[in-house]
């Protein structure tokens, strides 16, 4: 099970950070992922991670904002948002990935966590 939290209302510019709990499933396992999905749109990669943490993969949206991070000794993902746009406003999930690489294909994770809203005002 993959539960997120950390979401919520800051403003643009503002910084926030999502953490992805794991439980019963051990995280070092698995390359992990974070996607969102706002309003009417398609779920759409953000970022991803190698299990040992030594590779990540960002969405061209997020790149220098956005850092993925993991803890496979405390079963924990997280990922750090700075300067948070309206743009980014969306229910952020984590996942967990069975690929042997880093992959932007959400058919690509078995496992996912039930979401967490992040809603940039201005």
């Known amino acids: 099970q993959l539960v997120e939290s950390g979401g919520g209302l800051v403003q643009e510019g503002d910084s926030l950070r999502l953490s992805c709990a794991a439980s019963?499933?051990?995280?070092?396992?698995?390359?992990m992922g974070w996607f969102r999905q706002a309003l009417g749109k398609e779920r759409e990669f953000v970022a991803g991670?190698?299990?040992?943490?030594?590779?990540?993969d960002y969405a061209d949206s997020v790149s220098g904002r956005f850092t993925i991070s993991r803890d496979n000794a405390k079963n924990t993902l997280s990922l750090q948002m700075n300067m948070l746009y309206v743009e980014d406003t969306a229910v952020y999930y984590c996942a967990a990935s069975t690929s042997f690489y880093v992959t932007r294909d959400a058919d690509e994770y078995p496992y996912w966590g039930q979401g967490s809203q992040v809603t940039v005002s201005s």
């Open positions: 019963g499933r051990a995280i070092r396992n698995y390359n």
């Open positions: 991670i190698s299990w040992s943490g030594d590779s990540a």
